[in-house]
């Protein structure tokens, strides 16, 4: 395989659905908020929090590096791409609901003390990645219904 053939495939990946391509950038961006907003965990939930936040955050930073670099078409392996995103996409979904719950929950009790407000706009840009999440899986799921293998 010569490096024209490698930058055809690079080319092909990098225009993958508008939105998926969307997903990535919102999801991106809303994790970045969550981080920042969250840092320092203070209390164990949002230990658990920023635990969740950091592994769906590298998780999709290496789903954004499989499109770009077109490993994904690259590697000519039996997977059915789309669903084992959509599987990842969905666990993660989940998590993000149940750990921006939790946060805002257990921050409640916490009103005037250091961090209080930092700490439920985590939460509430974690339920706004959680709708991100959400309609990136809904997308996923159609593509996958109607076939789709990479």
């Not at 999709?60 to 599987?87: K, Q």
């Amino acid at each position: 395989m010569n490096i024209f053939a490698l930058v055809e495939i690079g080319a092909r990946s990098a225009t993958c659905n508008r939105n998926e391509n969307l997903m990535f950038k919102v999801v991106t961006f809303l994790g970045i908020i969550c981080l920042a907003c969250a840092s320092p965990a203070l209390l164990a939930a949002t230990s658990f929090f920023l635990f969740v936040v950091v592994v769906a955050f590298i998780a999709t930073l290496l789903w954004i590096f499989a499109y770009l670099l077109g490993i994904r078409e690259a590697l000519n392996l039996a997977v059915n791409w789309i669903f084992t995103e959509l599987l990842n996409t969905g666990i993660v979904t989940i998590l993000y609901f149940i750990v921006s719950v939790v946060q805002l929950a257990k921050w409640t009790a916490y009103f005037n003390s250091y961090g209080y407000g930092a700490n439920i706009a985590a939460g509430v840009f974690g339920l706004f990645n959680f709708l991100a999440y959400a309609a990136g899986t809904y997308f996923l799921y159609l593509e996958h219904k109607s076939g789709a293998t990479i």
